[in-house]
């Protein structure tokens, strides 16, 4: 079993509609949740930190979180054309000694049809 | 800017030889990440400094791979005798360390390419 797990995607959604991405993890212990999103060619960039169960707002981006489900989700609302990217979830810490560094899925290709 | 950098940008070596790239953490920002990233795949951690000491190591690091981060401000990581399997992207992250809770910040990235 990955220790991170996503759909490869590609997911496609129409302008202006809600785009939900999803990640497992397998590590219980796993305490720091992370979306980045890559453009094709680029780096990795930040776009959401979660912690605590629950939902994290921040702009047209919502994060879920559910450990007791081993779950964490993205929800981009109103998606555009400039949304479409790959999106990585990543995870740090746990039981089996993840430390201190990121644990990538393989991420979800996102995109987002005019 | 004072974003994480990286240098080279792209770097075409023949199999066999020795490359080197170099990243420059945020200032300030005490722990510094090196990953590898193919096609198709997330990153893959490769290892870590906490200031000048290097704290973890993957076993995806073969003996080929050093790093080093003297003074604990940028760092290098080396690759001996390069083979067509280290054909990558390595990416260079910077985090103020706050554990579980830290956030870590990209470089660009180096692009190998190895013929």
């Known amino acids: 079993q990955k220790e991170v797990e996503q759909n490869s995607g590609p997911l496609s959604v129409p302008e202006g509609a809600i785009a939900s991405l999803n990640c497992t993890y397998s590590d219980r212990g796993s305490q720091s949740f992370f979306w980045y999103r890559q453009y094709s060619g680029k780096s990795p960039e930040l776009i959401m930190s979660?912690?605590?169960?629950g939902d994290k707002e921040d702009g047209r981006f919502t994060a879920q979180l559910n450990k007791a489900s081993q779950y964490v989700s993205l929800l981009i609302r109103d998606s555009q054309p400039s949304d479409s990217a790959t999106y990585l979830c990543?995870?740090?810490?746990?039981?089996?000694?993840?430390?201190?560094?990121?644990?990538f899925g393989t991420g979800t290709q996102l995109k987002v049809e005019l | 800017d004072t974003g994480v950098s990286q240098d080279p940008r792209h770097k075409i070596t023949k199999r066999g030889q020795n490359v080197t790239f170099r990243c420059d953490p945020i200032s300030e920002h005490n722990r510094l990440y090196w990953y590898r990233q193919t096609l198709g795949q997330g990153p893959e951690f490769l290892t870590y400094?906490?200031?000048?000491?290097?704290?973890?190591k993957s076993r995806l690091l073969s003996d080929r791979f050093s790093a080093e981060r003297p003074k604990g401000s940028f760092s290098t990581l080396e690759i001996q005798r390069t083979e067509q399997g280290d054909s990558a992207m390595y990416l260079c992250?910077?985090?103020?360390?706050?554990?579980?809770?830290?956030?870590?910040?990209f470089g660009p990235g180096t692009r190998l390419l190895v013929l």
């Open positions: 990543a995870v740090i810490g746990g039981f089996t000694g993840g430390g201190n560094k990121l644990t």
């Open positions: 979660i912690y605590s169960n």
């Open positions: 400094f906490q200031n000048e000491a290097q704290l973890e």
């Open positions: 992250a910077s985090s103020l360390g706050q554990w579980a809770k830290e956030t870590q910040y």
